[in-house]
């Protein structure tokens, strides 16, 4: 089943004290894709800027990704730059530069609307919905959000997630957008503004999923070197929308699994800076590190 993405494309510059990347290959579509890519199809809208080296998705264009909706707009790309200290886990933004991305309308492909599986990156509500108006009939929709969009738009928002089956957010945001600090507690009240299942990115302290019916907490892989967390979350959404699509099936014990993939990719994708260990990942690799997380957490009588 192919999944649809609709996000942004980026170049971003990042310091760790591990090393740093000057315009390295970014964004929240490129991040999802490269890791989804693994288990199924993957269609990507987002816009670029006349100065982007289009030769930076070829590894994309050969791992079953179709860059057809992604357009070049006249000026610069959307830019990004951060720094991160001795707490990886920490990071401070210097410049962001949305250049093109500032006029972005996502316009989907004829081919693009009838994707079965939709997620929904980290943009603007409002572009979002467009999104969902112009896609036919998805199976599942996910979206991402921040807490931006969370203060600053959140009716339009909340709209969203009306038309949401499964909704991504991380501590800060699920507790801001219901105002309630336990996270189980805070993730059913989610519940009942539409999604069917909420995940909670705790970043190195793994993730939780809530259901109707049941909830599930899954640790992060534990990564002996970490050089760059940026893409991280999109990168999970990746393993995690990628694995359903692969599945084709909603239930709650492949659902658990794609908390797992979804952990596996995030894992995979901080152990070098931007794309470079997402790019040439054999499945093998992937298989053998979701074996490693099940005897992890595995209990023996």
């Given at each position: 089943?192919?999944v649809?993405?609709?996000?942004?494309?980026?170049?971003?510059?990042?310091?760790?004290?591990?090393?740093?990347?000057?315009?390295?290959?970014?964004?929240?579509a490129?991040?999802?894709?490269?890791?989804?890519?693994?288990?199924?199809?993957?269609?990507?809208?987002?816009?670029?800027?006349?100065?982007?080296?289009?030769?930076?998705?070829?590894?994309?264009?050969?791992?079953?990704?179709?860059?057809?909706?992604?357009?070049?707009?006249?000026?610069?790309?959307?830019?990004?730059?951060?720094?991160?200290?001795s707490?990886?886990?920490?990071?401070e933004?210097?410049?962001?530069?949305?250049?093109?991305?500032?006029?972005?309308?996502p316009?989907?492909?004829?081919?693009?609307?009838?994707?079965?599986?939709?997620?929904?990156?980290?943009?603007?509500?409002?572009?979002?919905?467009?999104?969902?108006?112009?896609?036919?009939?998805?199976?599942?929709?996910?979206?991402?959000?921040m807490?931006?969009?969370?203060?600053?738009?959140?009716?339009?928002?909340?709209?969203?997630?009306?038309r949401?089956?499964?909704?991504?957010?991380?501590?800060?945001?699920?507790?801001?957008?219901?105002?309630?600090?336990?996270?189980?507690?805070?993730?059913?009240?989610?519940?009942?503004?539409?999604?069917?299942?909420?995940?909670?990115?705790?970043?190195?302290?793994?993730?939780?999923?809530?259901?109707?019916?049941?909830?599930?907490?899954?640790?992060?892989?534990?990564?002996?070197?970490?050089?760059?967390?940026?893409g991280?979350g999109?990168?999970?959404?990746?393993?995690f929308?990628?694995?359903?699509?692969?599945?084709?099936?909603?239930?709650?014990?492949?659902?658990?699994?794609?908390?797992?993939?979804?952990s596996?990719?995030?894992?995979?994708?901080?152990?070098?800076f931007?794309?470079?260990r997402?790019?040439?990942?054999?499945?093998?690799?992937?298989?053998?590190?979701?074996?490693?997380?099940?005897?992890?957490?595995?209990?023996?009588?």
């Amino acid at each position: 089943m192919r999944v649809l993405v609709v996000g942004s494309v980026a170049l971003d510059t990042v310091k760790t004290p591990f090393g740093e990347v000057e315009d390295a290959l970014g964004g929240s579509a490129v991040y999802f894709s490269a890791a989804a890519r693994y288990f199924a199809p993957v269609d990507v809208v987002g816009v670029v800027g006349e100065d982007f080296p289009m030769a930076e998705l070829d590894f994309l264009r050969a791992g079953s990704v179709n860059l057809e909706g992604v357009r070049t707009a006249k000026g610069r790309t959307f830019r990004w730059s951060g720094v991160y200290g001795s707490d990886i886990n920490e990071r401070e933004t210097l410049d962001t530069q949305l250049n093109v991305f500032t006029d972005f309308h996502p316009e989907l492909p004829e081919s693009y609307r009838d994707a079965p599986y939709v997620f929904l990156a980290n943009i603007d509500p409002t572009l979002q919905l467009d999104v969902l108006d112009q896609v036919r009939a998805p199976k599942r929709v996910v979206c991402d959000t921040m807490n931006f969009w969370i203060e600053g738009k959140r009716e339009v928002l909340l709209k969203v997630l009306k038309r949401t089956h499964i909704v991504m957010l991380n501590e800060g945001e699920i507790r801001q957008l219901v105002g309630e600090s336990n996270l189980i507690k805070a993730s059913k009240k989610v519940l009942n503004l539409g999604p069917e299942v909420v995940v909670v990115k705790k970043g190195e302290h793994g993730a939780l999923m809530v259901s109707k019916d049941a909830f599930f907490f899954a640790p992060a892989y534990p990564t002996e070197h970490v050089f760059d967390p940026t893409g991280a979350g999109d990168s999970f959404a990746g393993g995690f929308v990628g694995y359903l699509a692969q599945a084709d099936d909603f239930g709650e014990e492949h659902l658990r699994r794609a908390v797992i993939y979804g952990s596996v990719m995030a894992s995979f994708n901080v152990e070098r800076f931007s794309m470079e260990r997402l790019k040439n990942l054999e499945e093998k690799e992937i298989e053998e590190r979701f074996q490693t997380f099940r005897e992890m957490v595995r209990i023996t009588a």
